[in-house]
T-cell receptor, first 112, second 115 residues
Framework: NAGVMQNPRHLVRRRGQEARLRCSPM?????VYWYRQLPEEGLKFMVY????????ESGMPKERFSAEFPKEGPSILRIQQVVRGDSAAYFC??????????FGPGTRLTVL | AQSVTQPDIHITVSEGASLELRCNYS??????LFWYVQSPGQGLQLLLK??????LVQGIKGFEAEFKRSQSSFNLRKPSVHWSDAAEYFC?????????????FGKGTLLTVNP
């Protein structure tokens, strides 16, 4: 069983551009989570999704960030008009049952 | 709100020595607890988890952890450390209930292994 897939692994954007991060959960997992890791803040929850539904987005910045998990295809975390402070590692996790979360390798976003 | 404290930012041990990484949590209900390991530039790998039952849980790579409700602790142990164990270790508690199923992480403990 393949693990959680994330792509790209590294993404470089200039300020003002858009970043799209993709996550394919493990087979049979219908719960997807996004976390952000910043050097001084550690790992922080951003959003929890099930197919076609956002369940909990309490950790998402109110502006420029959005997430989706469509009926078909991967989950997408979208950051519009990126700023330098968005530079971080973004991790996706999936779960078969909401309790145990399995993480992907992450996307390292660098904003120039 | 729930929280996780890992008091040791950085620990150095010699290869073959025993290891204990500390974790304290704050959570109102019965906690679901996890330990993850992260190698440089990699994602997080699940080492072990505690939901209920036996308070001593076994994980992968020879790790174990003991849940102590009276001390609000979930310390990770390994009897003999290998050089490949050098990594960062994160303790986490699951906020469960309602629509909330998110992990709250400690700041992590960086483990260095000396030959």
């Amino acid at each position: 069983n393949a693990g959680v897939m994330q792509n790209p692994r590294h993404l470089v954007r200039r300020r003002g551009q858009e970043a799209r991060l993709r996550c394919s959960p493990m087979k049979g997992h219908s719960h997807v989570y996004w976390y952000r890791q910043l050097p001084e803040e550690g790992l922080k929850f951003m959003v929890y999704l099930q197919k076609e539904n956002i369940i909990d987005e309490s950790g998402m910045p109110k502006e420029r960030f959005s997430a989706e998990f469509p009926k078909e295809g991967p989950s997408i975390l979208r950051i519009q008009q990126v700023v330098r402070g968005d530079s971080a590692a973004y991790f996706c996790a999936s779960s078969p049952d909401r309790y145990t979360q399995y993480f992907g390798p992450g996307t390292r976003l660098t904003v120039l | 709100a729930q929280s996780v404290t890992q008091p040791d930012i950085h620990i150095t041990v010699s290869e073959g020595a025993s290891l204990e990484l500390r974790c304290n949590y704050s959570y109102g209900a019965t906690p679901y607890l996890f330990w993850y390991v992260q190698s440089p530039g990699q994602g997080l790998q699940l080492l072990l988890k505690y939901f209920s039952g036996d308070t001593l849980v076994q994980g992968i790579k020879g790790f174990e952890a003991e849940f102590k409700r009276s001390q609000s602790s979930f310390n990770l142990r390994k009897p003999s450390v290998h050089w490949s164990d050098a990594a960062e270790y994160f303790c986490a508690v699951l906020n469960s209930g309602g629509s909330n199923y998110k992990l709250t992480f400690g700041k992590g403990t960086l483990l260095t292994v000396n030959p």
